[in-house]
């Protein structure tokens, strides 16, 4: 796969010379690439977006960044790393992906690993339910496809955690089949080609994008075409702050860019305000233990384990009161910096202390000292402030 996409690179490098195009030249195509209008005075949306395909190819084999996954965009690679990157920006998944990669080379090996040492795994991406669908697909690939995942986007479809983005993604990068991937960025990049007003948050928006960028996708180079578009929108097009698009190779057909509307579109309906919730969050130690408890099955952060907390902002009053019911009186507690973590639909802000019990009555809550907690427990990003201070704590001696 790889050879294969040297060879495309290599061969668009040379389309671009046998029609002119290269050195100082082939740094001035996209600005002055203009569209060819149809006869009644404009292109449809088909026709404009694929004329993108040509200058954005030439533009990715220059400009991609080099990233582990595209080294070797085996299947499970692909996958792997489109399920990291959702809600996690590029740089911090590296370490993870490739530090998962070093355990579980494999599908084989992500269907047996134990859902304790994926967690831990998994630490620090947050959204846990996408490492329990990882592993969940595994397992049905491992039952149905011997290990592999299907080269075809409607069985890849059928597999845990892969939607349309995802399976367009696999399909494309790693099997060469003609399907779109359609996140974030790529909205947005359509979006401003097309000067589409739609709500880019809705589904119906998504599914028409999806259809005219299918049409307008190069047969031979698929993968390309879809990775090109997503490091557009993350280099070029971007979502926060202006647009850099002198530099952009879609710049002579944005009609957004033409029309002076990169400021105003992609257009999303706001988000609905977050519900804010108070917590108290105890480091409570024993010896040279920490308690942990472990939350509900369902629901946020579900199987994970946390440090005991409590709806609402105990002052040093309730946390006596809260101890002595949880059969503990003898201890000491000094406060904590607040902290804040904020998930989709929900803000925790958090008041916290540290407590050192002085006799442990109560067998409530279950006592983990540092270094398993380090290596072996996965503790939410949620507590991660309160987890930092633990480990920055002396042991009893």
Not at 277 to 284: A, K, M, N, S
Not at 360 to 389: G, M, Q, V
């Amino acid at each position: 796969m790889a050879e294969k996409q040297n060879l495309n690179a290599e061969k668009q490098d040379s389309n671009m010379t046998e029609n002119g195009i290269s050195g100082i030249e082939g740094q001035d195509l996209y600005g002055k690439m203009k569209p060819v209008e149809a006869a009644d005075g404009s292109l449809t949306d088909e026709q404009r977006l694929k004329q993108l395909a040509e200058p954005l190819l030439y533009w990715f084999n220059r400009n991609k960044r080099d990233l582990p996954w595209r080294r070797e965009p085996t299947p499970y690679h692909v996958w792997l790393s489109e399920i990291m990157l959702q809600q996690t920006r590029v740089e911090a998944v590296i370490p993870y992906y490739n530090r998962f990669l070093e355990r579980l080379p494999d599908i084989k090996a992500l269907a047996q690993v134990e859902e304790e040492e994926l967690m831990k795994l998994w630490q620090g991406l947050g959204y846990y339910n996408r490492a329990r669908n990882l592993k969940a697909a595994a397992e049905q690939a491992v039952q149905q496809y011997g290990g592999n995942l299907p080269a075809d986007y409607g069985q890849l479809l059928k597999l845990p955690g892969i939607g349309s983005y995802t399976a367009g993604a696999i399909a494309s990068i790693a099997f060469g089949i003609v399907r779109p991937a359609v996140d974030g960025n790529v909205l947005r990049v359509a979006a401003r080609i097309l000067a589409s007003e739609e709500d880019i948050g809705q589904a119906k928006t998504r599914k028409k994008m999806e259809e005219l960028l299918l049409s307008a996708m190069p047969e031979e180079q698929p993968g390309d075409f879809n990775q090109a578009l997503m490091e557009l929108g993350a280099l070029v097009c971007i979502p926060n702050g202006a647009p850099h698009c002198n530099e952009c190779p879609a710049a002579g057909i944005c009609l957004a860019y033409r029309s002076g509307k990169t400021g105003c579109i992609p257009h999303k309906a706001p988000k609905k305000q977050r519900r804010i919730e108070e917590r108290t969050v105890l480091l409570i130690r024993w010896k040279n233990g920490y308690a942990l408890q472990k939350r509900p099955s369902t629901g946020l952060l579900a199987n994970l384990y946390e440090f005991p907390n409590v709806e609402g902002t105990l002052n040093g009053e309730q946390l006596a009161q809260y101890l002595i019911e949880a059969g503990e009186n003898t201890f000491s507690a000094e406060p904590l910096p607040p902290s804040r973590h904020i998930f989709t639909h929900v803000e925790w802000r958090m008041t916290a202390y540290y407590v050192i019990l002085r006799k442990k009555k109560s067998e409530r809550f279950r006592y983990y000292d540092k270094e398993e907690i380090l290596e072996n427990i996965a503790i939410p990003s949620a507590f991660s402030t309160y987890l930092e201070i633990l480990m920055e704590k002396q042991s009893i001696k």
